[in-house]
Nanobody
């Protein structure tokens, strides 16, 4: 069983940066691919990006390429989502997910509870 806890969310101004963390309670997080998703009010959950088990490969949804960066520290069992130049449209609950393979859909077996990011324009 893998338990994931997101943190780092909060209220920021447009143009600010924010780094979210996803901490896993598992002995070896490095065996899992880690994805980030978000769900804005009234919208479906959408894929943000994913990082493979080694940290060597990352994939992002086109909308956030260049603004968002995913990294991982497997020694600490933590995955990060660095978000820059935030806009009002980035307001959402952000979720991390873990699974055995890289995927862009929501088919990950393990999910965190989410962390709220609110951007004021």
């Amino acid at each position: 069983q893998v338990q994931l806890v997101e943190s780092g969310g909060g209220s920021v101004q447009a143009g600010d940066s924010l780094r979210l963390s996803c901490t896993a309670s598992v002995t070896t997080l490095s065996v899992y691919a880690m994805g980030w998703f978000r769900q804005a009010p009234g919208k479906e959950r959408e894929f943000v990006g994913v990082i493979d088990w080694s940290g060597a490969r990352t994939y992002y949804a086109d909308d956030w390429k260049g603004r968002f960066t995913i990294s991982r520290d497997s020694a600490k069992n933590v995955v990060y989502l660095q978000m820059n130049s935030l806009t009002f449209d980035d307001t959402a609950v952000y979720y991390c997910a873990a699974g055995p393979s890289l995927r862009r859909d929501s088919g990950y077996p393990y999910w965190g509870q989410g962390t709220q990011v609110t951007v004021s324009s």
